[in-house]
């Protein structure tokens, strides 16, 4: 096929060797926090500020880190293919924009995005939120971290479903595949007949529905895959 269509998942282990942790792995996010208490509306009812600093923390963290050479070739990959390159994310970092990618879709939404519990307008978020921060539209001191929290709805799901629907390859790299929706794009993109292959320093959860497996770190697995495409 001359100008295949493709769609990319990437997760937190992209991003990982460029310093920043990841859920699941040993030592991971998910190992020194409760998910209920740093990543559901219900932990953000009872202690915002708890949230609030979590996520302050990860925003400093996420401001001082570079993209790593699995980035830069999917930013390559945008610039040079011919065909439609959906780049969706479920990383709050902006790591892929950083290393050139333009039209991320963050799924999960974006720590330097702030969303107001009123009106849902959203503007960019200071390097430090805190708690009871002023809607600079509706002036309601009702400001969030614009993340999706689990028991939430992902963002951008139609236009995700579509891509998926028309891909000729789908790739999933740095992804556990343990949590859904994303979890479930490699049967979608299957079942329309797309090539599917998983790029993970260990193998995900979903590995045994992916063609083709490529297991490694992500600076090395991503930009042989990108120069194979380019040919
Ligand atoms: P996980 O932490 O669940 O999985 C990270 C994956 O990256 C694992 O499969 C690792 O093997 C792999 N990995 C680690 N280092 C790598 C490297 N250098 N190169 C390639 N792969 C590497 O992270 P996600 O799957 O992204 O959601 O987690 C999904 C969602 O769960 C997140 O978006 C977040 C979390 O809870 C919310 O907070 C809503």
Known sequence: MAHP????????GISAESGLGTFRDEGG???QHRIEDVATPEGFARNPQLVVDFYNARRAQAATATPNAGHVAL?????????DVTLVTQNVDDLHEKAGSSDVIHMHGALNSALCRACDHRWP????MRVGGV????????ARPDIVWFGEIPYHMERIERALAAADIFAAIGTSGNVYPAAGF??????????????????GETVAL????????????VPAWVDEILG
Request: charged share 20%; proline share 8%; aromatic share 4%.
């Open 5 to 12: 269509s493709i769609v990319i998942l990437t997760g937190a």
């Open 75 to 83: 930013a390559r990959l945008q610039a040079e293919h011919q065909g």
């Open 29 to 31: 996010l998910w190992a």
């Open 186 to 203: 490699v049967q979608m993109a299957t079942h329309i007949g797309a090539k599917t292959v998983e790029m993970n320093l260990d193998p």
């Open 135 to 142: 809607c600079p539209s509706c002036a309601a001191p009702r």
């Open 210 to 221: 992916f063609e083709d497996t490529r297991p490694g770190k992500a600076s090395q697995t």
């Open 125 to 128: 978020a200071p390097l430090e």
